[in-house]
């Protein structure tokens, strides 16, 4: 029956007919984060106080051939140069709860807003490590951006890391949804001639050149399409010196609650050669 029909037709303008709510809420669609999995985030047991970390870079000696009589020329351990892993990324996401609102609803708001907060503040770490992609190996990527992946383009990204002697435990593929649409066109993806687990019967995202895939919606933008990457986790490091912490702060003379989460982290690429840019079809 439409709400003009009623008789008497202010009935539900009039509050005699109530709302009911539903005690389930329209949750937001969050991405995969995938930052800590694919990068080195060992250098934060280095962090104690301050607000860098300085990283020697060893030299790479070589051999030399024997001379009997004169002693061979002595080599460096260090290069003299470092890296720093500059601590300066502090985010917060506060959001607010006044005390009817959390009074009258029949969703737990505070626990949703929590994790929203949460979300919010992890999404931001990823994005950090993920805006990284475009420079590693001077900026050169495979693939043309708005085009979709071939087998030459992962091919060439898993010799140009082979070549630069980038160990092959510790890698991993990076991509966005139109990545993974193209993969499955390609039969080292799909075929278990290539790979044990095939996509098709198992479902998973599985391998592929034996490194394994992630996929997110949270890689920077290039133009058409985004920046993926092929990357060893010692490629980048991100330093996360507080945990994302969330708090309720109390505001009874505003009568509401402000759950807030917070930060403080740092990103920095380590290895240039240990990664390398994808280029994907579609943002």
């Keep these: 029956m439409a709400i003009s029909a009623r008789i008497p037709n202010l009935a539900d303008t009039a509050g005699f007919v109530p709302e009911v709510w539903s005690a389930q809420v329209i949750d937001v669609m969050q ?4 930052a800590s999995n694919v990068v080195d985030t060992s250098w934060k047991k280095d962090l104690k106080r301050g607000d860098t970390i300085n990283c020697p870079i060893l030299n790479e000696p070589s051999a030399v051939e024997v001379t009997v009589g004169t002693p061979g020329a002595v080599q460096d351990i260090m290069t003299g140069t470092k890296k720093q892993i500059l601590i300066d990324q502090w985010y917060e996401c506060p959001i607010v709860i006044d005390d009817m609102t959390d ?13 929203l907060s949460a979300y919010a503040i992890n999404k931001k770490i990823d994005s950090t490590v993920c805006a990284l992609f ?16 071939t087998e030459d383009v992962l091919i060439a990204a898993k010799e140009e890391l082979d070549e630069a002697d980038v160990p092959a435990d510790g890698r991993a593929w990076v991509f966005d949804p139109s990545s993974i649409a193209d993969l499955y066109k390609i039969d080292m993806f799909v075929r278990n001639d290539y790979v044990k687990d095939g996509v098709i019967p198992s479902g998973k995202l599985g391998q592929i050149l034996g490194s394994p895939i992630f996929i997110t919606n949270n890689l920077t933008v290039n133009s058409t399409g985004n920046y993926g990457a092929y990357l060893h986790k010692k490629a980048i490091a991100l330093v996360v010196q507080a945990n994302p912490k969330g708090i309720i702060v ?16 740092g990103v920095l690429e380590m290895r240039d050669t240990f990664g390398c840019p994808i280029l994907t079809r579609k943002s």
């Design 31 to 34: 991405m995969n984060l995938i």
């Design 103 to 115: 009074l009258q609803s029949q969703v737990d708001v505070m626990k949703e807003a929590s994790s």
């Design 134 to 149: 475009s420079a590693l190996s001077g900026g050169t990527g495979y693939g043309t951006d708005g085009s979709a992946l």
């Design 250 to 265: 109390p505001e009874p003379l505003k009568h509401q609650n402000t759950i807030l989460t917070h930060a403080l982290w």
